[in-house]
Every structure is written in C-alpha cells, then in structure tokens.
T-cell receptor, first 115, second 111 residues
Framework: NAGVMQNPRHLVRRRGQEARLRCSPMKGHSHVYWYRQLPEEGLKFMVY????????ESGMPKERFSAEFPKEGPSILRIQQVVRGDSAAYFC?????????????FGPGTRLLVL | TQLLEQSPQFLSIQEGENLTVYCNSSSVFSSLQWYRQEPGEGPVLLVTVVTGGEVKKLKRLTFQFGDARKDSSLHITAAQPGDTGLYLCAGFPNTGNQFYFGTGTSLTVIP
C-alpha cells in the first residue's frame, strides 16, 4: 500500500511567483489535510478537504492561499505571489473518511524556499 | 499560545539512558497521538491513546494518557541512536474539529 505522496519534495520560487504543491492521499482515503511547519515552530493546521469540498479552512491565510481536492487527481495547495515568509515545509495528511476523528497519515512534505 | 505544550523542548542523552517527554494542556482531549519526525520527512504515527489512564507499550517506548485526558507522557527505556528525532504529541480537543500539534521535543541520542 503506497503511503501519502507529495510532490515536489523541494520547490524554489522567487518572490511574486506561484507555488503549487500536490498531495495524493493513501489508497482508499477520501479526506485530506494540509499543515505548515515553519522553522523552529510546530505543525499548524491549514485546511481540511474532502473530495470536491472544503470542510474547514480556518487555518489558511485568507489571501494568496487556496486549496482544492478535485473528484479526480491529487489535492493541490496553491500559493500565489509568494513572499519570503511562505518558506516552510508543507505537509499533507490523509484519513479514510469513515466518520469521526480519524488517525491521520502524513506524507514526506514539500519544502518551499522563496528567494 | 499553544494548546499542547511539550517539555523538554530539547533533550540530548547518552545511549542506554532513560528519558521521559511530557505533553500538557489545559484542555481535555478525546484522544492523543504521538508521532516521530525525522529530518526531511513527515511525522510517523507511533501510537494513539484514547482512554484516561491508558498505558500503551511499543517495545522500549511507554505511552501514558492522563486520567483527566489533559496530558500524556512518553517514556523511552535504554535509548538508542535510532530513537533520535522530533517527537510530537497531537490530538483533537473535546470541543471543535481541529487537530492540534504540540510544540515538539527534539531528542538526540549520542552513541
């Protein structure tokens, strides 16, 4: 069973460019979560999605950040007009979506560096 | 302010020593999970504790959930260099549906 896949593993962008981070959940999982880990800080929740629905985006900045989980294909976290403060590790997790507060399984992360 | 505070933040010990990491909150949690994260990788789930007072063992690791479900501890016996990593507690508080991570404990085991 393949685990949660994220790509790219490393992404370098210049200020003002767009960053697209992709996440393929574990097979059979229909819920996806995105987290951000800043240097010297813990993991912070950003957004929780089911297929074609955003369930909770309370941790995501209102501007420049968006997330989607289409019916087909991976979940995408999109950051427009990146700034240096966006440099961080972004982790995706997935859960089966069978109800309740489920265990989350994490991907290896995408390390974003904004120059 | 963090919902889950871990202590110590950093720990460096010799191989063979024992250690305990603490995870504390003023909120009640329906369950708590412990993860280990190695550099350049994502968190890997170690255990989930659900019942107040519960104790779970995973080889040399012993996990305990406080009676009031507000705290948890991780005890490692005879630490080995392979135990080196960032240990994170995490969970769902009783109210709300957001998953919170602790501040983390960075463990280094010196051969």
């Amino acid at each position: 069973n393949a685990g949660v896949m994220q790509n790219p593993r490393h992404l370098v962008r210049r200020r003002g460019q767009e960053a697209r981070l992709r996440c393929s959940p574990m097979k059979g999982h229909s819920h996806v979560y995105w987290y951000r880990q800043l240097p010297e800080e813990g993991l912070k929740f950003m957004v929780y999605l089911q297929k074609e629905n955003i369930i909770d985006e309370s941790g995501m900045p209102k501007e420049r950040f968006s997330a989607e989980f289409p019916k087909e294909g991976p979940s995408i976290l999109r950051i427009q007009q990146v700034v240096r403060g966006d440099s961080a590790a972004y982790f995706c997790a997935s859960s089966p979506g069978q109800g309740g507060r489920e265990t989350q399984y994490f991907g290896p992360g995408t390390r974003l560096l904004v120059l | 302010t963090q919902l889950l505070e871990q202590s110590p933040q950093f720990l460096s010990i010799q191989e063979g020593e024992n250690l305990t990491v603490y995870c504390n909150s003023s909120s009640v949690f329906s369950s708590l999970q412990w993860y280990r994260q190695e550099p350049g990788e994502g968190p890997v789930l170690l255990v989930t504790v659900v019942t107040g007072g519960e104790v779970k063992k995973l080889k040399r690791l012993t996990f305990q959930f406080g009676d009031a479900r507000k705290d948890s501890s991780l005890h490692i016996t005879a630490a080995q260099p392979g135990d080196t990593g960032l240990y994170l507690c995490a969970g769902f508080p009783n109210t709300g549906n957001q998953f919170y991570f602790g501040t983390g404990t960075s463990l280094t085991v010196i051969p």
